[in-house]
């Protein structure tokens, strides 16, 4: 999320920065500050957010889409997208490592990425979309 240094300059975390430099901070490095998401930032570890006096701290912290009124303008949308497409990719596929033992790589710089996490996809057991009861001819009630 870069920034233009105002005319005046700016002491940022005590570091002075001229007039018309870039700068900017990078979600994934403040995603993993210790001091707001503990020792452990850098593990996968979900049931950190279970303490709620300490969840609305680190939601603070969370810059994924922006912040402020530079905000990402299709963050809602985003977010409505992962909500209907994760549960529907988990309902119609098991996932499954192509290689449980190969390492993969992520390039950090506007957006994280990552490279060599191959994933096989099968197709569970069909789902019947439709409600029994409309397929049987009954009336819902």
């Known amino acids: 999320m870069p920034r233009l240094v105002p005319a005046d300059g700016a002491t940022i975390c005590g570091e002075y920065f001229p007039p018309g430099v870039t ?10 500050d210790r001091g707001v998401f503990g020792e452990d930032a850098d ?6 957010w279970l303490d ?3 969840a609305k701290e ?3 912290a969370i810059i994924t889409f922006g912040a402020g009124n530079r905000t990402c303008v299709g963050k809602n949308i985003s977010l409505m997208e992962m909500q209907k497409l994760v549960p529907q990719l988990l309902r119609y596929f098991d996932f499954q490592l192509a290689d449980k033992d ?4 992520t390039l950090n710089r506007w957006f994280n990425s990552q490279k060599g996490l191959n994933v ?5 057991k069909k789902v ?4 029994v009861w409309q397929n049987s001819g009954e009336k819902a009630v």
Do not use: S
């Open 102 to 105: 190969a390492e993969w790589t």
């Open 128 to 131: 019947d979309l439709v409600p």
């Open 52 to 54: 709620e006096k300490r």
């Open 120 to 124: 096989i996809l099968k197709p569970r």
């Open 43 to 48: 593990v996968f570890r979900p049931e950190r």
């Open 23 to 32: 700068v900017g901070c990078n979600p994934a490095v403040i995603h993993r």
């Open 58 to 60: 680190m939601e603070k």
